[in-house]
Nanobody, 127 residues
Framework: QVQVVESGGGLVQAGGSLRLSCTAS????????MAWFRQAPGKEREFVAA????????YYADSAKGRFSISRESLNNTVNLQMNSLKPEDTGLYYC????????????????????WGQGTQVTVSS
């Protein structure tokens, strides 16, 4: 049984940084796409960043480019999201997701293609 667990959320002031981590267990996800999405209260869940095969991507939402960095470690079953220069609009529940296969470009943005999801970790950025 696959489990996806996120950690690292918290409360931070605007301009600060947070590092989120996600570990998937139950199978190996080497070469499979893993991504971060977020959902603010009353809004749709939106794509933040994704990594696929080592020769593809990573990919970032426009809102994350230049401030967030996604990386993988531990035989590719752990994915991290380093978030710098945080803004109040970054507030939300951050979800980690993993795909059965790999993706490229717009396919990595589509949350319907991700089969495995964590419970989310809360990020709150105060102004």
């Amino acid at each position: 049984q696959v489990q996806v667990v996120e950690s690292g959320g918290g409360l931070v002031q605007a301009g600060g940084s947070l590092r989120l981590s996600c570990t998937a267990s139950g199978r190996t996800f080497g070469g499979n796409a893993m991504a971060w999405f977020r959902q603010a209260p009353g809004k749709e869940r939106e794509f933040v960043a994704a990594m696929s095969r080592s020769d593809i991507g990573p990919y970032y939402a426009d809102s994350a480019k230049g401030r967030f960095s996604i990386s993988r470690e531990s035989l590719n079953n752990t994915v991290n999201l380093q978030m710098n220069s945080l803004k109040p609009e970054d507030t939300g529940l951050y979800y980690c997701a993993a795909m059965d296969g790999w993706c490229s470009k717009v396919g990595c943005w589509d949350r319907r293609l991700y089969r495995y999801w964590g419970q989310g970790t809360q990020v709150t950025v105060s102004s």
